[in-house]
């Protein structure tokens, strides 16, 4: 389980995230880290994307549909 | 000139507008007036499907059959100074997106995935008010590497870097870039709701200096601005007026921590509408689907929208935000039977 929404940065215990997990699914690539909620450095391609947090190291969208 | 008078007889013509656009836009090739714009635009939704019928009828006369497919990457994102209202790339609002910069490595990928999909076009874009030297310089390196490739080496490659000098579009023209988009995003009215750090006429100007420096002309916007109807019409002729080679038409993705991010979401008919409001308004020009379909539309209605005047697609992702999977758009176009624009009829 994520402790961080990785669209809205907030604790994923609280509050609504339906909302942010369907701009995830739809539109946007995750701009905040699920483990510690920093905002990540994204780089979106046309196949894909990848973010990369300074603390918890670099996610792709490979590994997100895996 | 009898131009200007049969536009303002057609301005009060009383007839029903859809059939003056059949007789002016489908038989002579001449583009809707504002006004007749306009007249479209408030067209209600039981006129909805005999409009598209009609620009797709205008498409497929003065256009033909063939859809172009392009490709776009970030090269630089984030960190924008300009305030464009619209964008989570500018400095100035509390976006979510942090600076980036591609490496060649990484743009040459991007510019063979794009290549795979059977695109002819690849924008290499920067989220900047104009480039440095040092942007010119990676694009420049950017530019040869891809020409390097088998796989990407014939592929038209297009730019996005924002306002230019003379000297730059003499650059870029001297790169090979076949291509210039630089959008003016909305009437020239609305402009400064949306923009205060440069002006609608700065962004015109660059794209007269790419017209005569012998590059194409790709310029559009985005609908959902909190434009009025009558905006929408005025953008439409300003832009007829430009005579752009291509319109890329986007619909506003509210994105968070910008002006607009509480805006709603284009409606998909009225999304629809405008699109065949503007191919009316633009007979002969590339219209493209561009971000935020995905939002406004939903997979039924880019089907709509391809058989409603659009004869071009930006597949795969976009800068900051994620489209549809390339196949998905790929196969929609074998389902209509509409065949991707090769590389040499764009020669």
Redesign the interface.
């Known amino acids: 389980m994520d402790e961080f929404c990785g669209?809205?940065?907030k604790s994923t215990g609280e509050g609504e995230h339906g909302a942010c997990a369907s701009r995830l699914g739809?539109?946007?690539?995750p701009?905040?880290c699920s483990a510690c909620a920093r905002?990540?450095?994204?780089?979106?391609?046309?196949?894909?994307?990848s973010a990369r947090c300074s603390r918890h190291g670099e996610s792709t969208s490979e590994q997100a549909t895996d | 000139m009898t131009a200007a008078p049969q536009t303002a007889a057609a301005d009060t013509d009383p007839r029903d507008v859809l059939s003056i656009a059949r007789e002016q836009v489908l038989e002579r090739g001449e583009g809707l007036s504002e006004e007749q714009v306009l007249r479209v635009l408030q067209l209600p939704e039981d006129r909805l499907e005999e409009l598209l019928a009609l620009a797709h009828e205008v498409r497929m006369r003065w256009c033909g059959p063939e859809v172009e497919v392009e490709?776009?990457?970030?090269l630089k994102?984030g960190g924008c100074p300009e305030d464009c209202h619209f964008c989570s790339q500018s400095g100035q609002f509390p976006s979510?997106?942090?600076?980036?910069w591609?490496d060649i490595p990484?743009l040459v990928?991007?510019a063979k995935?794009?290549a795979a999909?059977g695109a002819t076009e690849f924008c290499i874009v920067a989220a900047v008010r104009g480039p440095d030297k040092r942007l010119l310089s990676q694009v420049r390196s950017g530019i040869e590497a891809i020409r390097a490739e088998p796989e990407t080496s014939d592929i038209n490659i297009a730019c996005s870097l924002g306002m230019l000098t003379q000297d730059q579009v003499d650059e870029l023209a001297d790169m090979g870039v076949h291509r210039y988009n630089h959008n003016l995003e909305t009437a020239k009215s609305h402009f400064p709701e949306v923009v205060t750090t440069h002006s609608w006429e700065e962004r015109w100007d660059t794209l007269r200096m790419v017209r005569d420096a012998g590059m194409e002309v790709c310029c559009g916007g985005i609908i959902g601005m909190g434009e009025t109807l009558a905006q929408r019409a005025e953008f439409a002729v300003q832009l007829a007026a430009l005579e752009p080679d291509e319109v890329p038409l986007n619909f506003l993705?509210p994105n968070?921590g910008t002006p607009y991010e509480n805006y709603p979401v284009v409606e998909g008919v009225e999304a629809l509408r405008t699109v065949a409001a503007f191919r009316l308004a633009l007979p002969r020009t590339i219209l493209r689907f561009a971000g935020g379909r995905?939002?406004t539309f939903g997979d039924l209605g880019a089907k709509q929208g391809m058989l409603g005047g659009i004869n071009a697609i930006i597949?795969?992702?976009?800068?900051?935000?994620?489209?549809r999977p390339?196949v998905q758009d790929l196969e929609m176009l074998d389902e209509l039977s509409m065949p991707i624009k090769a590389l040499n009829q764009t020669l």
Request: hydrophobic residues 45%; charged residues 10%.
């Open positions: 669209w809205c940065g739809l539109v946007d690539p701009r905040f905002r990540m450095v994204v780089q979106v391609t046309p196949a894909g994307w | 490709g776009i990457v970030s994102t979510p997106v942090r600076s980036a591609l990484g990928r991007a995935q794009t999909t993705i968070p995905e939002l597949v795969g992702n976009y800068l900051t935000n994620l489209g390339a």
